[in-house]
C-alpha cells in the first residue's frame, strides 16, 4: 500500500515509516505540520492517510481538520487517525460521512504492530475502526441503562468488538467460539436492541455507535 | 370595583405604601438607637480619664454602635444600592477590655465616623417619620373622621382649617385628604432614598477602605489558591511516582532481562517482551489519564466551545445535554481551565445525583464577564454549601475573582450560574511546542 503520513514528532514519523517499511508498505510523502497535509494527499492519491490530530503551526486539531477536509475533497479517500487520547466528539465527526474508510485510534495501539497493520488494512479496504477505548467509554457510560442491562456478559463482549469495527471471523477468532456462534450472539442483541439487522460491517458500526451515543 | 382594578390600583399604591412603612421602622431604628448609642459613646469617652474606665468602655460601646448601623446598611438594600460594610475583621488576640482593643478602635476611621453619623443619622431617620406620617394623616382626612370629630365634639381642625368652624370647611377635609395621601406616598420612597443617600456619606466605605477590603479579600484568595496548587502539584507528583514512573521502571527490567535471554531462552524472552508491551500500555493510559487532570487536551485544541461539547457527550450516566455556546473568541487558558473543569463537575453531578434527564450547558461573554450556567430538570435541593464539589468549585472560580450562584429549590430546576470576569482574544495558538 502507498501511505502518506502527517505526524510532527520526528521520532514517531520515523517509527511509523520504519513499521510500514518492515510490513512491505511505501510510505509516498512523510509531512510534519498541518498545511502539508492536504496538499500531499491530492498530489499523491494513497492508499490510506495516517494522521495525528495535533499538529502544528497551531498545536490544536490540525491534523483533524485537515483529515475532515480531506475527505470533503477526495470522497473515500481512507484516513486512519492517530491521537494521544480520545474524544467521542472527534469519533463523531470522523464518522459523520458514514463513507468507511475511516479509522480513529490511540497512538499506544501502534505498539502492536500486527493489530495496528491490521487496521490499517481495513480501513484502506473501505473499514470503520474504532479505538476500543471510544467503545469502552461509551459502553461504560450507557451498561446500567435499559435495554443495555439485558444483554449477557458475552453479548456485550460482542457488542464492544462489532463497534470497534471487526468482522463476525475476527470477533470469532477473538473470543475462541466459530462464527456461527458469533452471528447468534449478534441477532440477539440486534433483536434486544430493537435495531434492524445489518450484513454491512460499516453499516454496523455506525448502527451500533450511534445506537451507543444516542 | 372590578378586582383588576382593585389589583391595578393597588400596584399603582403598593409601593408608596411599602416606603411607608419602611420610612416607620428607619425613623424607629435611628430615634431609638442613635441617640442612645451617641450618649453611649460620649459617656464612656468621657470617662477615659475617669481611672482609665472609658478604656475599656468605649470599644464595647463600638461593639453595639457596629451592631446597629450594620443592620442600618442591611436596610438601604431597600433602596436598591446597598451601602457596604467597611469595617476590618478584629485582630486576632485584641480582646474586649484590652489596650490593644482600644488602640485598634479608635484608630479604625470607621469609628469616628460612624460616631459623626448618630446625630444626622437620627436627624434624617427623624425625616423619614414623614413618608409614614403624611399617608397616614391623609387617610384620616380621605376616611371622613374630621368630619365624624368635628359632627360629634364639635371642634376640630384638619388640614388649611385649623379649627374648622362650619360644615363645609368639615367636608372639605376628604379631598385635602386625598391630595395629602397621595402626596405622601409619592414622597415617601424618595424620603427613605434621600436619607439612605445621606448615609452613604457616612457608613459606607471609603476609597481607602475599599481598598483595603479589596486587598484582603485577593490575599486571602490568593492564599487559597496557592495551596491549592500546591496540593494539585502534590497529587501530579504522586501519582507520576506510584504509576507511570513505577512502570517505566518495570519496563526497563523486563526489557533488560529480555535481552539477557534473547541467545539463551527465546521464548521467555518473547514472553517478558509482551509484559513490557503491556506494562507501557497501562503506564500510557495513566499518563493520559493524568494529563487530562492537568490541562485537558480537547480544550487545548477546541477551546472552551469544543471541549464543553465533548464533555457533554461524556456524561456517565447519559444526561440529555443541551449546549448553546455564544463565544466570539478565547478566554484565557487559566479562566477557561477553571471555566471548564466547573462545567464538568457540575455535569457530573447533574449525572450522579439530579435525577434529572435533561440539562442545559450555555455560555455567553457580555460586558467583560464570561457567564456559563449548567442547569437541569432533576429534584432540585442541591445545597450549595454541602459537598466538596460546589465548595471546590467555588474557590476555583474565586482565583479568577469569579462568583457561583446556586438556585435549587425542591422539586428543581436546579441552576447554577457562574461569572468570570475576562477579556476574550481571537483564537489563539500555542506557541510552545506540543504534540497529540
Known sequence: MRVVIAEDLALLRDGLTHILHANGHQVVEAVADGPSVLPALTRHHPDI???????????????????????????????????????????????????????????DRVSNVGQFIDALRRVAGGGMVMDPEVVTQLLARTSGMQPLRDLTAREREVLGLMAEGRSNAAIAGRLFVTEKAVSKHINNIFSKLGMPPSDDDNRRVLAVLAYLNS | MDRSVRSTVWQQIRPGALAAVQGLAVALLSLSTNVALFALSVVSLALIPALGIGFALFPAVTVLVRLSLTAQRRLSRWTGAPIASPYAPVPAGARLGTWQRFRW?????????????????????????????????????????????????????????????????????????????????????????????????FLAPTRA?????????????????????????????????????????????????????????????ARLLSEAQETSGHALAELRHLVRGIYPPVLAERGLNGAVQALALTVAPPVDVDVDLDLPGSPPAAVESAAYFAVAELLTNVAKHSGARRAWVSLVHRDGVLRTEVGDDGRGGAMPDAGTGLAGVRRRLAAFDGTMTVTSPPGGPTVVTMELPCELSSRRTLPSSGTG
Open chain 1, 49 to 107: 492517510a495516517v494522521v495525528d490530530v495535533r499538529l502544528p503551526p497551531t498545536f490544536t486539531d490540525e491534523g483533524l481538520q485537515a483529515a475532515l477536509a480531506a475527505r470533503m475533497q477526495l470522497p473515500g479517500l481512507p484516513i486512519l487517525v492517530l491521537s494521544q487520547h480520545v474524544e467521542q466528539l472527534y469519533a463523531r465527526e470522523l464518522l459523520a460521512d458514514r463513507n468507511g474508510g475511516v479509522g480513529y485510534l490511540l497512538k
Open chain 2, 105 to 201: 478602635v479608635v484608630s479604625d476611621p470607621a469609628t469616628w465616623r460612624d460616631f459623626a453619623w448618630l446625630i444626622p443619622g437620627a436627624v434624617t431617620g427623624g425625616v423619614c417619620l414623614l413618608a409614614f406620617v403624611l399617608p397616614a394623616y391623609g387617610l384620616e382626612g380621605a376616611l371622613f373622621v374630621p368630619l365624624v370629630l368635628y359632627l360629634t365634639i364639635g371642634w376640630y381642625g384638619y388640614g388649611v382649617f385649623w379649627p374648622m368652624d362650619n360644615l363645609v370647611k368639615a367636608w372639605l377635609a376628604a379631598p385635602q385628604g386625598w391630595l395629602i395621601l397621595a402626596g405622601g406616598l409619592a414622597v415617601a420612597h424618595w424620603l427613605v432614598w434621600l436619607h439612605f443617600r445621606f448615609a452613604g456619606f
Open chain 2, 209 to 269: 477602605q475599599e481598598l483595603a477590603l479589596r486587598v484582603r479579600h485577593l490575599a486571602a484568595t490568593r492564599a487559597d489558591t496557592v495551596d491549592t496548587q500546591a496540593a494539585e502539584l502534590r497529587r501530579i507528583e504522586r501519582d507520576l511516582h506510584d504509576g507511570a514512573q513505577a512502570r517505566l521502571v518495570a519496563l526497563r527490567m523486563s526489557i533488560g532481562l529480555a535481552e539477557q535471554l534473547m541467545a539463551n531462552d527465546p521464548a521467555r524472552a
